[in-house]
């Protein structure tokens, strides 16, 4: 094997920026932010969610990035800051990476992603399994 996923990982968090929990709750409060929440529904089902974090699907990542795609999300305006995150890190910095390398300029990730906001006791709300 060439790279570990633990090495794309490390690699993908030397180029993008790694927020702290109290920088994503700073930016979330201070609005033009879309945070975006990549885990699973049964992991937003089980564990809750970030208020305000919208669901979106990370296989579909790239197509919804893209505003030349069918299947664009208005969540990934270039006029607004774009924060990902998932349980712990590794799938935030990833996509945090492809969307820098997909021309967007202000995307970040929380570093340590749901378990770190979860460890500092920020507010949480409860999922439907459907999203």
């Known amino acids: ?3 570990t996923a633990a090495q794309m990982v490390a690699e993908a968090k ?3 920026d790694n927020l702290s929990v109290d920088e994503v709750a700073a930016a979330v409060a201070g609005g033009n932010v879309s945070l ?3 885990r699973e529904p049964e992991e937003r089902a089980r564990q809750g969610m970030i208020p305000g974090a919208v ?3 990370r ?3 790239e197509f919804y990035a893209d505003p030349t795609s069918a299947y664009h999300r ?3 305006d270039p006029g607004k800051q774009i924060i990902f995150h998932c349980a712990g890190g590794g799938r935030s910095a990833l996509a945090a990476d492809t969307l820098k390398q997909m021309g967007y300029d202000d995307v970040a990730h929380l570093e340590g992603g749901f378990g770190a906001w979860q ?3 920020q507010k949480i709300e409860q999922s439907s399994a459907g999203q």
């Open 14 to 16: 030397s180029r993008i």
């Open 55 to 57: 669901p979106i699907s």
């Open 119 to 121: 460890a500092a006791g």
């Open 36 to 38: 975006i929440d990549l």
């Open 1 to 3: 094997m060439a790279k």
């Open 59 to 61: 296989g579909m990542l």
């Open 74 to 76: 208005p969540e990934f």
